[in-house]
């Protein structure tokens, strides 16, 4: 249950609170409005024991929370004040256990809530399971009564293994600014753009809804080219589908028309890297396992085969499918958001479960006996040690068999039959339509972020048909010409991100890292960033600055290798954090509410002079201790090596393209 408990307990809210079974136990009814909504608590003001001696609560200042760089909001500090005055509070620490115990019993509430959905839908109790992938997994089996293979040959285990991977991420144009009457600066002698970006519905739903490999896998007799000749004739819905292991090669001419975005994306370790990574490029690929509707489709616009080395067969059949379809069913009729996303994780995470990598299993033991720890000290699969205290260590041994119990061909048919969706809309729908008057910006696994050359792109979708039948546009305005919910929510239909509103312009740093504009309203992702530094310490103008300054800000640059100016970077950060929260306690004290839920607030600080560093504070565990801890960290780099960047540091080529001279 991925969410906050305060909207968790917000979910269950009803006029007689007979969700809360557990808070009604241990409170009267009259007291149900003040015990049934989370609670606040001053976290950073209780720094010794003795504030819990306080004997009065203290101000709303106190409750602020460094962690997401927020105040409370005048309702919740006076639902506290309501709370401590009820219930006879004398001292903090009293409060404090009332606090605590609300708390625990509203978890209780929700767990045994969600137990009920779980049980009156799918007949197992989510009690009995560690994770909710576990859960959802039997949740199929027992839902579709599916008899799976388990695969004993080694060869074809490692065979599929070689053949994962996942959803691919890229910036493939990393600056763009839209141009028609609805931005600001429009310059009517300029070509009219817009930037559109495009998210695909339960992507990953979707695929598992086609034709999911079974069973019967047996390597293919014949001669492998003759099963490559028959490919053309294959088709998605057939019983038996293959698993080929081909040589591709990519031909010259294709290098311009696909640069955005290549077929058949494999992991490699980018020229002048360390780190190996799923790219789409034009190099050469040698014993490449992939589905075979990916390989069809790649030859369909012009990759070549060299070379075809195995055919695995399988049968196959939807019987995915009903599960999905129920689950997506019941997300259209959630009553709130937990519930809604709580339907899509359970798709997701039954795909996730069934490639699991077992060779990520860790064997390790409690131990407070020194006899014992001796023992398996001495054994020569002994890892390392770690001791908690004088009387409790955990010993980590390395592995000596793997037990390879998973269905590795549906996650890999997931992934791949993903891919086929993304190719498909990007070349068949959006390609064959605007031809090169479309350029593909951004993609991340199921986004797809463009920038199209038309007069209206809205127009474009009411004339045609073949366009408009792969949107989902019920997130429009109800009087806006394409609103229909006639594919709201269908799984493998593309959503507006931004529904019908206008994006002025895009900046992308590198992969997982960038930031958009829509009417005025800023939206920054970037991955490993907290969310109070990507709202209150990041501006889409430093995303500029660092992509087109002329002195390279990243950190494989000759000036941030330099170890003074590195330091003298993270020295402005920290000090331009400080100022930033002194910025944040002005405006909270001049306001009469903070509400921390807009996308990007007006009292971000612009750091003077600018660093690419930003301070993260983040709660971690170590040894089972947790910790409040605050790291310096790189966030503005523009040093993307999974693309070839041009000197304009805007344009990219795929690695491999016959223009890039290494």
């Given at each position: 249950?991925?969410?906050?408990?305060?909207?968790?307990?917000?979910?269950?809210?009803?006029?007689?609170?007979?969700?809360?079974?557990?808070?009604?136990?241990?409170?009267?009814?009259?007291?149900?409005?003040?015990?049934?909504?989370?609670?606040?608590?001053?976290?950073?003001?209780?720094?010794?024991?003795?504030?819990?001696?306080?004997?009065?609560?203290?101000?709303?200042?106190?409750?602020?929370?460094?962690?997401?760089?927020?105040?409370?909001?005048?309702?919740?500090?006076?639902?506290?004040?309501?709370?401590?005055?009820?219930?006879?509070?004398?001292?903090?620490?009293?409060?404090?256990?009332?606090?605590?115990?609300?708390?625990?019993?509203?978890?209780?509430?929700?767990?045994?809530?969600?137990?009920?959905?779980?049980?009156?839908?799918?007949?197992?109790?989510?009690?009995?399971?560690?994770?909710?992938?576990?859960?959802?997994?039997?949740?199929?089996?027992?839902?579709?009564?599916?008899?799976?293979?388990?695969?004993?040959?080694?060869?074809?285990?490692?065979?599929?293994?070689?053949?994962?991977?996942?959803?691919?991420?890229?910036?493939?144009?990393?600056?763009?600014?839209?141009?028609?009457?609805?931005?600001?600066?429009?310059?009517?002698?300029?070509?009219?753009?817009?930037?559109?970006?495009?998210?695909?519905?339960?992507?990953?739903?979707?695929?598992?809804?086609?034709?999911?490999?079974?069973?019967?896998?047996?390597?293919?007799?014949?001669?492998?080219?003759?099963?490559?000749?028959?490919?053309?004739?294959?088709?998605?819905?057939?019983?038996?589908?293959?698993?080929?292991?081909?040589?591709?090669?990519?031909?010259?001419?294709?290098?311009?028309?696909?640069?955005?975005?290549?077929?058949?994306?494999?992991?490699?370790?980018?020229?002048?890297?360390?780190?190996?990574?799923?790219?789409?490029?034009?190099?050469?690929?040698?014993?490449?396992?992939?589905?075979?509707?990916?390989?069809?489709?790649?030859?369909?616009?012009?990759?070549?085969?060299?070379?075809?080395?195995?055919?695995?067969?399988?049968?196959?059949?939807?019987?995915?499918?009903?599960?999905?379809?129920?689950?997506?069913?019941?997300?259209?009729?959630?009553?709130?958001?937990?519930?809604?996303?709580?339907?899509?994780?359970?798709?997701?995470?039954?795909?996730?479960?069934?490639?699991?990598?077992?060779?990520?299993?860790?064997?390790?033991?409690?131990?407070?006996?020194?006899?014992?720890?001796?023992?398996?000290?001495?054994?020569?699969?002994?890892?390392?040690?770690?001791?908690?205290?004088?009387?409790?260590?955990?010993?980590?041994?390395?592995?000596?068999?793997?037990?390879?119990?998973?269905?590795?061909?549906?996650?890999?048919?997931?992934?791949?039959?993903?891919?086929?969706?993304?190719?498909?809309?990007?070349?068949?729908?959006?390609?064959?339509?605007?031809?090169?008057?479309?350029?593909?910006?951004?993609?991340?696994?199921?986004?797809?972020?463009?920038?199209?050359?038309?007069?209206?792109?809205?127009?474009?979708?009411?004339?045609?048909?073949?366009?408009?039948?792969?949107?989902?546009?019920?997130?429009?305005?109800?009087?806006?010409?394409?609103?229909?919910?006639?594919?709201?929510?269908?799984?493998?239909?593309?959503?507006?991100?931004?529904?019908?509103?206008?994006?002025?312009?895009?900046?992308?740093?590198?992969?997982?890292?960038?930031?958009?504009?829509?009417?005025?309203?800023?939206?920054?992702?970037?991955?490993?960033?907290?969310?109070?530094?990507?709202?209150?310490?990041?501006?889409?103008?430093?995303?500029?600055?660092?992509?087109?300054?002329?002195?390279?800000?990243?950190?494989?640059?000759?000036?941030?290798?330099?170890?003074?100016?590195?330091?003298?970077?993270?020295?402005?950060?920290?000090?331009?954090?400080?100022?930033?929260?002194?910025?944040?306690?002005?405006?909270?004290?001049?306001?009469?509410?903070?509400?921390?839920?807009?996308?990007?607030?007006?009292?971000?600080?612009?750091?003077?002079?600018?660093?690419?560093?930003?301070?993260?504070?983040?709660?971690?565990?170590?040894?089972?201790?947790?910790?409040?801890?605050?790291?310096?960290?790189?966030?503005?780099?523009?040093a993307d090596d999974k693309r070839h960047v041009l000197p304009d540091n805007i344009s990219t080529y795929a690695h491999g393209h016959h223009r890039i001279n290494y």
């Open positions: 249950m991925a969410s906050s408990l305060a909207h968790l307990a917000e979910n269950l809210s009803s006029a007689n609170f007979d969700k809360f079974r557990e808070v009604a136990k241990v409170f009267a009814p009259s007291e149900m409005s003040l015990v049934t909504r989370k609670g606040v608590y001053p976290y950073e003001y209780t720094d010794s024991w003795d504030k819990l001696q306080v004997p009065s609560l203290p101000d709303k200042f106190q409750f602020y929370s460094a962690l997401t760089e927020t105040h409370v909001c005048d309702e919740d500090y006076d639902h506290a004040i309501r709370v401590w005055n009820h219930f006879g509070c004398t001292t903090l620490g009293a409060y404090s256990d009332l606090y605590l115990k609300v708390d625990v019993l509203l978890s209780a509430d929700v767990f045994e809530n969600f137990r009920d959905i779980c049980m009156a839908t799918y007949h197992l109790d989510p009690a009995h399971y560690y994770t909710s992938p576990g859960f959802s997994f039997d949740c199929m089996l027992h839902f579709t009564k599916v008899q799976l293979e388990l695969l004993i040959d080694f060869e074809k285990v490692l065979f599929l293994e070689s053949g994962t991977r996942g959803g691919l991420v890229q910036a493939s144009k990393r600056h763009a600014r839209a141009n028609n009457p609805e931005t600001p600066g429009y310059n009517a002698e300029e070509p009219n753009t817009s930037l559109i970006y495009l998210d695909a519905n339960n992507l990953y739903g979707y695929a598992m809804c086609q034709y999911m490999p079974i069973g019967d896998f047996v390597w293919y007799s014949g001669n492998p080219e003759v099963a490559l000749a028959q490919l053309e004739w294959m088709r998605a819905t057939d019983d038996i589908g293959r698993f080929y292991e081909v040589d591709i090669i990519y031909s010259q001419d294709l290098h311009d028309v696909q640069n955005d975005l290549p077929f058949l994306p494999h992991s490699s370790i980018p020229h002048g890297s360390t780190v190996r990574k799923l790219m789409a490029t034009f190099q050469r690929k040698e014993h490449y396992v992939v589905h075979y509707m990916n390989l069809k489709q790649a030859m369909a616009h012009g990759v070549v085969v060299e070379k075809t080395h195995r055919v695995l067969e399988f049968r196959q059949s939807p019987w995915l499918a009903p599960y999905i379809n129920l689950n997506t069913e019941l997300r259209k009729q959630a009553k709130n958001k937990f519930e809604e996303k709580f339907f899509k994780d359970l798709n997701n995470s039954v795909y996730g479960k069934t490639f699991e990598n077992m060779r990520l299993r860790i064997n390790l033991e409690l131990v407070s006996c020194p006899v014992r720890m001796r023992k398996l000290i001495n054994r020569p699969t002994f890892k390392y040690c770690t001791t908690y205290n004088e009387n409790l260590s955990v010993v980590t041994q390395h592995t000596k068999e793997v037990d390879f119990c998973k269905p590795i061909y549906i996650g890999f048919a997931v992934l791949e039959l993903s891919k086929v969706v993304m190719y498909g809309f990007h070349y068949d729908v959006m390609k064959r339509h605007y031809g090169d008057k479309i350029e593909l910006l951004y993609t991340d696994t199921d986004s797809l972020f463009y920038r199209v050359t038309t007069n209206d792109f809205f127009v474009d979708l009411m004339k045609n048909p073949n366009l408009m039948r792969f949107m989902d546009t019920s997130n429009f305005p109800h009087d806006h010409m394409c609103y229909t919910t006639a594919r709201k929510r269908i799984p493998g239909c593309f959503k507006f991100e931004c529904g019908s509103r206008t994006v002025y312009e895009f900046v992308a740093l590198r992969a997982k890292s960038y930031a958009y504009d829509v009417e005025e309203e800023i939206t920054i992702r970037a991955k490993g960033v907290m969310g109070h530094v990507m709202r209150n310490h990041l501006t889409f103008a430093e995303h500029k600055r660092c992509l087109f300054a002329d002195v390279d800000d990243d950190a494989e640059s000759d000036e941030c290798d330099n170890e003074f100016d590195a330091s003298m970077g993270k020295m402005i950060a920290a000090d331009s954090a400080l100022k930033a929260v002194a910025q944040i306690h002005r405006n909270a004290s001049t306001s009469a509410t903070n509400s921390p839920s807009t996308t990007h607030p007006s009292h971000v600080y612009s750091y003077m002079p600018f660093t690419p560093y930003r301070e993260n504070v983040s709660i971690r565990s170590f040894k089972h201790e947790l910790r409040t801890i605050r790291t310096m960290k790189l966030v503005l780099n523009r």
